[in-house]
């Protein structure tokens, strides 16, 4: 949880520790985290919390707006005018049975920032705040959650404990879940029976395996031999997985392999593929949809708005379709490749370009639609919160595919990192699910000069 032992003192007697620690915690709150996740303030247990006065002000200009940190700020002040009913205690309100409470502070003061923080802006506010009640309150400790790298570092030059927002945050990147193992020592028998016609063996028929999750992939070696599969739950049984192209893309290593059954499989409706730039990831899904295209009223290629200088769309000139085009123009560049591996493919995709069976979008107006016999590409989702990421797959109605592809380590969000965004949130929410799968795809197929530039720049 947020909540964090204070440091032990040296040569500090029991007596004294016991007196020091203090009986709660009162977290206040910055706006970025009530904007990430606008259900936060119940996911703090038994501990209250502070909203600063300056929160409710930022808040009031985010109400209007088709953004997800709109909906974000319009949900926690209805929630919140829920809980406080005609008139906010001095003491707060009660977040429900087992909680805390929550309060608004007004304007409280520290002198400590008086000469420190020159400027007078929210972040400052919502610190000298957070000190003050620091500074009044005896038994409890104040913790100030936000999720502004800056403004931690403010808060703890001035000796107070600060925090990012973990609720959602996967502890350890090293512990994603990556959808492929390699087992090695695994019986020729085995072996055998995957490479005969039927190309599958019972899950007792490879006890070298163990804990298989859903759907996932194995390189499983006996000796000098090999063979690619992947574990099918209903069945509990290891079917052999070939290296077959998608529209004339052919897989250039296993995980590609991995990748397209995944991509391709009816019974699989949610697959995430993460991956390093130059992988592969969306090309390989957008073969396998183009592949599966008579099976769904469209295809459908979306990514989320995050220019690297993180400039709004109004910068750009030109109508809503010319601020857009550049974003977009990942998703062509790959078409453009299937269209040179596959001369037949450039009319089929022009085609359905004129049909709108193909469609590339942006992710901004996704909310309140209902996707049907739809294949959805999402590129770039480690730029999307978890709350974006649950809302594009709800959106999925009968017969649709929801496809997530990123890189992990390429984060543009301002306040997302590799183990709080949408993807690793997915990953490490949705593996062992049925109709779930996952693939990393590790080795960079784009050019030697960009595998050489991956692993050196």
């Known amino acids: ?7 032990e003192a040296p040569n500090e007697s029991p007596v004294t520790k016991v007196a020091r620690v203090k009986s709660s915690r009162l977290f206040v709150l910055d706006t970025n985290v009530i904007l990430h996740d606008s259900h936060c303030i119940f996911n703090f247990e038994e501990h209250d919390i502070a909203l600063p006065i300056t929160v409710l002000e930022e ?9 997800d940190i709109h909906f974000q700020a319009r949900r926690f002040l209805r929630e919140l005018d829920g809980l406080t009913g005609d008139v906010v205690a001095d003491d707060g309100c009660s977040l429900g049975e087992g909680r805390g409470h929550i309060k608004v502070l007004m304007n409280l003061e520290s002198g400590r920032t008086r000469f420190a923080l020159q400027n007078d802006v929210a972040d400052h506010r919502i610190l000298n705040m957070a000190l003050a009640m620091a500074e009044l309150l005896e038994d409890q400790e104040v913790i100030l959650v936000t999720k502004d ?32 193992r390699t ?40 000796g000098s031999r090999s063979v690619l599969a992947t574990y099918r739950p209903k069945e509990q049984q290891f079917h052999r997985i070939t290296r077959t192209s998608c529209f004339g893309i052919r897989p250039r290593n296993a995980e590609q392999s991995f990748a397209l059954q995944a991509l391709t499989d009816p019974n699989i409706k949610l697959i995430t593929l993460s991956g390093r730039a130059g992988s592969g990831k969306t090309l390989v899904s957008l073969a396998a949809a183009l592949e599966c295209e008579q099976d769904y009223r469209q295809i459908m290629l979306a990514r989320p708005i995050v220019p690297l200088s993180n400039r709004d769309l109004g910068f750009l000139p030109g109508d809503a379709n010319a601020k857009i ?48 016999k739809t294949y959805f590409i999402v590129d770039e989702a480690q730029n999307l919160t978890p709350h974006e990421v649950k809302t594009i797959i709800t959106r999925a109605g009968e017969g649709t595919r929801i496809v997530l592809t990123g890189d992990v380590q390429q984060i543009d969000h301002p306040y997302l990192d590799s183990t709080s965004n ?22 960079g197929v784009r050019s030697e000069l960009s595998e050489v530039a991956s692993g050196l720049l």
Do not use: C, W
């Open 149 to 180: 790298t800056n403004l931690r570092l403010k808060a703890k030059a001035f000796g107070l404990v600060a925090q990012d927002y973990t609720s959602d945050k996967l502890r350890n990147l090293d512990e994603l879940y990556t959808g492929k």
């Open 59 to 67: 808040l009031d200009r985010f109400k209007k707006g088709d953004g």
């Open 183 to 222: 087992v090695a020592d695994v019986s020729a028998e085995a072996v055998d029976k995957l490479f005969q016609e039927k190309g599958f063996v019972e899950a007792a028929g490879l006890p070298e395996v163990t804990d298989p999750l859903s759907n996932e992939n194995f390189i499983l070696r006996s």
């Open 422 to 443: 949408g993807l690793t949130y997915v990953i490490n929410r949705m593996k062992g699910q049925h109709l779930y799968a996952h693939v990393t795809l590790e080795k």
């Open 1 to 7: 949880m947020h909540g964090s032992v204070p440091v």
């Open 325 to 372: 085009q550049p974003y977009m123009q990942p998703l062509f560049d790959n078409l453009s490749v299937i269209r040179h591996e596959n001369q037949e493919s450039k009319h089929i995709v022009d085609r359905m370009l004129e049909e709108e069976r193909l469609e590339i979008t942006p992710l901004a107006y996704i909310r309140g639609r209902s996707l049907q």
